[in-house]
């Protein structure tokens, strides 16, 4: 009933003269406020249901949205072990990273640290080749940089904005962008292509791999971006999955850049010996300084996918990038295990042409490679052959020796 309709019968009801005019003000008073009071419940009734149908569907469209952003393309499916030579692999390492690579299109390269032996190179074709944008995995070689140069130390905040401040704990566990730009333009261009070639970018990392290509770094700092893409995405330097290996075993055993060799036989392994290429002079607290944030990064920032499981002791820094020279979207992730007397130094690259890859990605590939060779036992055998190994003969401790 509408209340315009209601209003002209009461009218009609309503005969005014002097004897009826207190009558009829006391019965259509609580009448007219009934009839109001109905009509505000109605229009609110309706504004209420018209809100809950626009939230309904702004949720619909948010929702669809989302899923859109989720479904990514997806790069078609290849056989990575294609054309590889294993001989001298260590099976087992090579079947966990063959397992944890899957088919898609990328490479996987391990190394033993401590003597710079290649265990298993899945895809070497790719892994040999020469080389591509660094993506964020560039902000370890900044971050030793900025270290062993005073520019800042691993606590300093810079403030990137009105409310927004970096350490360098965080800003590589989260990898922060802003942050590494603003230290590769405190450094400057010099600076950042000596500690990378110290690091080794721009050279063959292996002794003697047969097909090896080398990166390249840039002789200019790159016209687009300038330092600060320079050192935050790489840009101006093309780095090899040996490369990172390399610069990776070079932190994991605390400075020493071994040459990688990746020997081919039975007798080539009994016959293999570790050749250094050089120490790293970079600060003495640096390489310990940047492993907290790695280890960030694994625990709650970028590389959580590679925290198969917490207890370990993984460290690493993702990349995510468009290499645009090799028309290929890249996700890295290098990163280093210490478990007991086994360390590894696993690197995972992948690529696609279209974006249906990242650093987060390939680091749940390192990841699975990690959990693989967990669920062997390969760990916890190296804790029992070392324990096996040690002598009858008591240790002697000595008290506040340095070394």
């Not at 290996?245 to 850049?257: E, R």
Request: with cysteine; proline share 4%.
């Amino acid at each position: 009933m509408k209340l315009f309709d209601t209003m002209g019968q009461l009218e009609a009801l309503y005969q005014y003269d002097d004897r009826n005019t207190m009558r009829s003000t006391i019965f259509l008073a609580p009448l007219l406020a009934a009839l109001l009071g109905f009509a505000v419940g109605a229009a609110a009734q309706q504004t209420a249901a018209s809100r809950a149908a626009a939230a309904k569907k702004a949720k619909t469209a948010k929702a669809a949205k989302t899923a859109k952003k989720k479904r990514l393309p997806k790069a078609p499916p290849v056989d990575p072990t294609e054309g590889d030579n294993p001989d001298g692999d260590d099976l087992t390492v090579r079947r966990a990273a063959v397992d944890a690579l899957g088919d898609q299109a990328g490479s996987i390269v391990v190394v033993d640290p401590n003597n710079g032996r290649i265990l298993t190179m899945v895809n070497q074709r790719l892994a040999l080749k020469s080389g591509f944008t660094p993506c964020s995995t560039i902000k370890l070689v900044t971050s030793l940089a900025a270290l062993t140069e005073h520019v800042v130390e691993k606590d300093t905040n810079l403030r990137l904005g009105r409310y927004v401040q970096f350490n360098m704990t965080n800003a590589l566990a989260k990898s922060n962008n802003e942050y590494f730009a603003a230290l590769g333009n405190k450094l400057g261009f010099e600076r950042v292509v000596h500690y990378a070639q110290m690091m080794g970018l721009g050279e063959k990392a292996g002794l003697d791999v047969d097909g090896e290509q080398s990166g390249t770094i840039t002789n200019a700092p790159p016209k687009w971006g300038g330092m600060g893409l320079m050192t935050s995405f790489g840009e101006g330097f093309s780095m090899t999955p040996l490369e990172l290996a390399a610069l990776l075993s070079s932190i994991a055993n605390g400075g020493t850049l071994y040459y990688l060799q990746y020997p081919k036989s039975e007798a080539g392994i009994e016959a293999f010996s570790a050749r250094v290429k050089r120490t790293l002079e970079i600060a003495p607290n640096g390489i310990d300084d940047i492993k907290v944030g790695m280890r960030g990064a694994v625990g709650y920032g970028t590389a959580r996918r590679a925290n198969y499981d917490p207890n370990e002791n993984i460290f690493g820094k993702t990349g995510t990038c468009t290499d645009f020279r090799a028309g290929s979207h890249m996700g890295w992730f290098g990163s280093f295990i210490e478990s007991g007397k086994r360390e590894l130094v696993v690197v995972v690259m992948l690529t696609s042409p279209v974006k249906s890859v990242s650093g987060p990605l390939a680091s749940g590939v390192a990841g699975a490679f990690y959990r693989n060779l967990s669920d062997q036992k390969y760990f916890a055998a190296a804790d029992i052959s070392m324990k096996s190994e040690k002598s009858d003969v008591p240790e002697i401790l000595t008290c506040c020796s340095h070394q």
